[in-house]
């Protein structure tokens, strides 16, 4: 099912201008544009802004990144806001960074995939950027002079190694990820801030295909009338259509984020 255009459904939200809602957000395509390298991106002045109030007016903000969760905490900094980081296997509590239990156990075979991948012919080359965590790994290709050529060649290597026969290979916005077997997502995180928090009413925001795993529990959330919740896909010419029919509405851009996340804020009681 197509997503609805948010801006002419503006009155299906008039129920979540409430002190008891939660704002949950992705960050990259979401509330920053997406960067030719991933430490160029930013969260501009204004949106942070927007951010500052959404968390003051509303139960939560919360951040949801595939990001460390330093590097979230980093572009945000917005005092009392929930942090999520690396697709829910890191979060923060009382300031400390936390990983989730059930994928510590995957560092090592991390520790010796990053090695290799920072050595392999296929890799380390112009064009791709590598980001390694402890629990998780992200291949850039968005630089690369023919992507599609680039990200057959990423998979290949990868699909060689003997580390990633234990591990998950998932595809995004010009990005190839590898994580544990185990562990969250974004779909299960969003039922353990329900747990968390009591939460009755939210709103998600996301982009890329990791939010689809978010989008598709609060369908099924709201069709078991658990809650109240909207899901909103911000859409680009490389968004792909299995993620946006998984959302209730879209926007075109992060602009269009700010302008709603704004107008939302403006008039909560």
Known sequence: MKPKKLFNNLEKFERFKN??????????????????????????????????????KFHHLIIITGRSLEDAFKMI?????????????????????????????????????NEKLKNDKNINIEGITLETKETSTSIHYRRAQN????????????????ETEKLKIKEGKKIIEIRPPIG?????????????????KLIYLGDDVTDMDAFKQISQL????????????????ETPLTVSNSADYYVENVDSVETFLNGLYRTNP
């Open 19 to 56: 002190p008891q809602t939660v704002i949950i957000t992705d960050i990259d395509g979401t509330i920053s544009k997406i960067a030719t390298r991933p430490n160029e991106a930013t969260v501009s002045n204004s949106m942070k802004n927007v951010l500052i109030q959404i968390q003051k």
């Open 77 to 113: 900094d917005i005092p009392g806001a929930v942090y999520i980081g690396n697709h829910g296997m890191e979060y923060m509590d009382d300031g400390l960074i936390i990983l989730d239990e059930a994928t510590v156990i995957y560092i090592p075979i991390f520790r010796e995939l």
């Open 147 to 162: 992507p599609e050529t680039t990200r057959k060649t990423i998979l290949k290597t990868l699909n060689n190694m003997e």
């Open 184 to 200: 969250n997502d974004k779909g299960k995180i969003i039922n353990q801030i329900i747990k968390r928090y009591g939460t009755k």
């Open 222 to 237: 709201v069709e078991n009338k658990t809650i109240n919740g909207k899901s909103i896909v911000v859409c680009s010419n």
